[in-house]
């Protein structure tokens, strides 16, 4: 089967045409997402439902697949403010992009997982229709349907932050802004070590403290590789030093190292040096990268341990998880995600015409 990706407008304003880089990005998008699913059904997996035998490879790193999004994402969503003219234009296009595929994935996970079982995970109704919202945690402390979900509230926090400053035009001084969270982190960082206390979890969850250096790393690769002028460099040059400083200061000098490597590949790929993540089996991977990371945890543990009690090898059960998974999210791409995204902004776009 083959997927036609939706080139108009994946990750951009309502009106735009897809560069070459964002191909590439959106493929080292694809290529995170794969790495979240194999971290998940062989380490996770074993860790939480013991398997019957250890997996012949495993990804115990495969989670970091996560920070990467969150580079992305930095990189993306202020490319699409850069590019936009009304804040609407990002309310829908953000709008497009997350909620529709997301509600199926809800209710798909709900309905597997409690078809098939998974000790542990499981949530009531009530909590599923919670997690329409997708900031259930963080405002009503309600269990996700899926644990992945704990992204997606990050990342529409930051979204949140972005509109805001967008219309206060702010985002000229946004590296001002970034600075500011980033020493806040550091802070927050020392209170925890020196005193075992810091901001409290909610204020610093809805500040994005946590994230806001990965998020930070990606705009300022953004504003390095776009047309801002020479003296553009210097801000994010800062901002991008100091988001490593304070990953090796509140986490450790690994997790800097990390993320100087994960960002040093989005700056290729922005920069269209990574030629290969144009072949079409990574676009491909790209362009069901939201739906297989929304699909696969919950829906791919229950399938696993149904195989496992049928005798089947922890690599068989792997195996088949992972074509499930890809198979549901092509399906989505295909029959959900993609036509309600061109709907939705059709609509708006014959609305803005009538407006007229």
């Not at 985002?171 to 070590?193: C, I, K, P, T």
Request: hydrophobic content about 55%.
């Amino acid at each position: 089967m083959t997927v036609q990706v939706d080139r108009s407008n994946i990750d951009r304003p309502i009106a735009g045409q897809r560069s070459g880089r964002l191909v590439e990005i959106d493929a080292l998008r694809g290529l995170a997402a794969l790495a979240v699913v194999l971290f998940h059904y062989t380490t996770r997996f074993s860790d939480l439902y013991s398997a019957n035998q250890p997996p012949t490879i495993a990804f115990p790193y495969g989670h970091y697949g996560v920070n990467l999004f969150f580079i992305i994402s930095g990189f993306v969503i202020f490319m699409t403010l850069d590019k936009t003219s009304k804040p609407m234009d990002f309310v829908v296009s953000r709008f497009s992009r997350l909620f529709p595929a997301y509600w199926v994935a809800i209710a798909l996970t709900f309905m597997l997982t409690h078809l098939l079982g998974l000790p542990g995970k499981l949530v009531d109704l009530g909590a599923a229709i919670g997690n329409l919202m997708m900031i259930h945690h963080l405002l009503f402390g309600l269990p996700h349907v899926d644990s992945v979900y704990w992204t997606l509230e990050v990342e529409l926090l930051f979204y949140a932050w972005m509109l805001g400053l967008f219309c206060l035009r702010g985002l000229d001084r946004l590296h001002y802004v970034l600075l500011g969270l980033l020493a806040l982190r550091v802070a927050n960082s020392v209170l925890e070590w020196k005193f075992g206390f810091g901001i409290p979890w909610t204020i610093a969850r809805l500040m994005n403290l946590k994230a806001i250096p990965w998020f930070a790393l990606g705009i300022s690769v953004y504003l390095a590789t776009s047309r801002h002028g020479p003296t553009a460099w210097r801000p994010p040059a800062l901002v991008a030093g100091f988001s490593i400083l304070t990953l090796a200061l509140g986490d450790s000098l690994l997790i800097a190292g990390l993320a100087v490597v994960l960002a040093s590949a989005v700056f290729l790929a922005a920069n269209e040096r990574l030629g290969l993540l144009r072949h079409r089996s990574f676009v491909w991977l790209g362009t069901i990268s939201y739906p297989l990371y929304l699909l696969h945890e919950n829906i791919g543990w229950s399938v696993q341990l149904r195989l496992q009690a049928l005798g089947m090898s922890t690599d068989g059960t792997v195996l088949v998880a992972i074509a499930i998974s890809v198979a549901l999210a092509t399906g989505m791409t295909i029959w959900v995600e993609q036509p309600a995204m061109r709907w939705i902004r059709a609509r708006y776009r014959s609305r803005l015409v009538l407006a007229r």
